[in-house]
């Protein structure tokens, strides 16, 4: 699994050349954050990752909370 960087209400996920906003996110049982992604294109993409694989992120209360409301842009 490759490494992800929260920054803000963006994703870096390592190998990827883009930057992905996060549309939501979700904290789930067994200490993992599920998300779901959007390129620059528009296209969206669904992410599962252990807390320890998400470096910028302790708690749900690091992530910005606007990006988890769906008008948010």
């Known amino acids: 699994m490759s ?3 929260v920054i803000g209400n963006h994703v870096k996920v ?5 930057d992905f906003k996060i549309l939501s996110y979700d904290f789930i049982m067994g200490g993992c954050v599920e998300m779901i992604l959007e390129s620059p294109e528009g296209s969206r993409i669904f992410l599962k990752r252990r807390k320890s694989e ?3 992120i302790e708690h749900e209360y ?3 909370a606007g ?3 769906p008008s948010y842009r």
């Open 54 to 56: 998400i470096s910028n």
């Open 3 to 5: 490494s992800v960087w």
């Open 67 to 69: 990006s988890n409301d």
């Open 14 to 18: 390592q190998g990827m050349s883009k």
């Open 62 to 64: 690091d992530f910005d």
